[in-house]
């Protein structure tokens, strides 16, 4: 087990991450002399604290203690799991209680195993172990499930679940929403000349100059097709959009990739077309916003390619 969380850890590049929460420094004291050599350790000494450090580090697994001042061990658990951003985030109760019943509240409000005290080093560390690999390995199949492995990107499924939730998100709130659809200049004659490696390596280091434009968390850059990218912004109106593709064209000529086939320059180039809606009807899917994204794709080529291409802004009503 041991073996598998070390691979799991260094994969994703860092050491788990555990949190221990409790009111009585000595107990964080205690839980940290056996955990600190395997993982890095954050603490916390309340309920609200353990929530904050919990945004602020993602932790891989929380310790929590049941009885503490102002807010108790399980109703801290119950709003980490009413919080899409920590809601994965397993916890274990470290509580001096140990009734059946007590033990039954811990998993009923979201915990995934109950530890009564006094500690058993041994046995501890073992189910600490048994978590943490569980959740390393479940995060590690999330990931495969929605990046593409050639670019690091989203793939096309994580783009269509993306798009339908933030055009719930700001028709729910009356918020702009936007949308790239991005293409790579005569990518086949690119494929022709160099060979499909090439075109392979291509496109990973387009795909990175694409994503290094993107700074907000909620913004969804991925791989929609083969040599086709596309990038959602939530609460984004045309402007803000059209100045993003117009630098992710800038992002790409930096680059300065030779692409000998090309029509437009020496160097590869590419297509945007940028689709913007002010806020979304009620009852409206995203496809609309789609068509109009894939039209002023075309638009771009039609015009020359290595532009970005952003007529109309989609109309209310259209976008059903
Ligand atoms: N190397 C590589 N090529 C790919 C991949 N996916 C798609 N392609 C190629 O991308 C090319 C896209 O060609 P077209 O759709 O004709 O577009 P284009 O040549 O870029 O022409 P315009 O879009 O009109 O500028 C095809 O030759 C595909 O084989 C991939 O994963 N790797």
Request: aromatic share 6%.
């Amino acid at each position: 087990m041991k073996r598998i969380l070390e691979e799991l850890s260094s994969l994703r590049g860092s050491r788990a991450r555990v949190l221990l929460c409790d009111d009585q420094p000595i107990n964080i004291r205690l839980a940290n002399a056996l955990l600190k050599g395997d993982y890095d350790i954050y603490m916390a000494t309340s309920g609200v604290q353990a929530i904050e450090q919990c945004e602020k580090v993602q932790p891989d697994l929380i310790l929590m203690d049941v009885n503490m001042p102002g807010l108790n061990g399980y109703e801290t658990c119950e709003r980490l799991k009413q919080n899409t951003a920590t809601l994965g985030i397993p916890v274990i109760f470290l509580t001096g209680l140990n009734s059946e019943e007590d033990e039954a509240r811990g998993f009923d409000v979201g915990g995934v195993d109950f530890i009564s005290k006094p500690i058993h080093g041994t046995v501890l560390k073992a189910r600490v172990l048994t978590h943490l690999t569980l959740k390393l390995q479940s995060d590690f199949y999330r990931n495969i499930a929605v990046t593409d492995s050639l670019t690091g990107l989203f793939n096309r499924r994580k783009f269509d679940s993306e798009l339908a939730e933030k055009w719930e998100l700001c028709k729910r709130s009356g918020q702009a929403i936007s949308l790239l659809m991005i293409d790579i200049d005569y990518f086949k004659r690119y494929n022709d000349h160099y060979g499909h490696q090439a075109g392979d390596q291509c496109l990973a280091e387009v795909a990175h100059a694409i994503r290094s434009n993107f700074h907000r968390s909620y913004d969804c850059v991925a791989r929609y097709g083969g040599e086709e990218f596309a990038c959602i912004l939530p609460m984004a109106g045309s402007e803000q959009a059209i100045k993003l593709a117009e630098n992710v064209c800038q992002a790409v000529a930096r680059l300065k990739l030779p692409h000998a086939r090309s029509e437009v320059g020496p160097h590869v180039t590419l297509s945007i077309g940028v689709a913007s809606i002010t806020a979304p009807d009620p009852g409206s899917s995203p496809a609309g916003l789609i068509a109009l994204a894939d039209q002023n794709l075309y638009q771009a080529k039609a015009h020359g390619r290595a532009q970005v291409y952003a007529e109309v802004e989609i109309a209310q009503g259209t976008s059903a």
